[in-house]
Nanobody, 115 residues
Framework: QVQLVESGGGLVQAGGSLRLSCTAS????????MGWYRQAPGKERELVAT???????NYAESVKCRFTISKELRRNTVHLQMNNLKPNDTAFYYC?????????WGQGTQVTVSS
């Protein structure tokens, strides 16, 4: 069973930066498709960024030019560098992975941006 563990959330002022990390365990297979989603109070979970083979990267419009997703080569670890954070980036951030036709989610990490 694949397990995803996130780290790096916290409280930051508007304009600040945070770096989230997610490491997958429980498999020796390289996970090609990983990403980040977020869910704010009272809202649906939404895509933030995903990364797939061939540096196929996708960002939500609201985070383009501010967030950068990256994946360590030969490791099932994905990072999300978040710069110029805004109060509406406040949410629970979840790591996501897709492997062998199954989807896995982490427990999430809280990101709070104060104005």
């Amino acid at each position: 069973q694949v397990q995803l563990v996130e780290s790096g959330g916290g409280l930051v002022q508007a304009g600040g930066s945070l770096r989230l990390s997610c490491t997958a365990s429980g498999t020796r297979i390289s996970i090609d498709y990983m990403g980040w989603y977020r869910q704010a109070p009272g809202k649906e979970r939404e895509l933030v960024a995903t990364i797939a083979p061939g540096t196929n990267i996708n960002y939500a419009e609201s985070v383009k030019c501010r967030f950068t997703i990256s994946k360590e080569l030969r490791r099932n670890t994905v990072h999300l560098q978040m710069n110029n954070l805004k109060p509406n980036d406040t949410a629970f951030y979840y790591c996501h992975a897709h492997l062998l036709q199954k989807t896995f989610w982490g427990q999430g990490t809280q990101v709070t941006v104060s104005s």
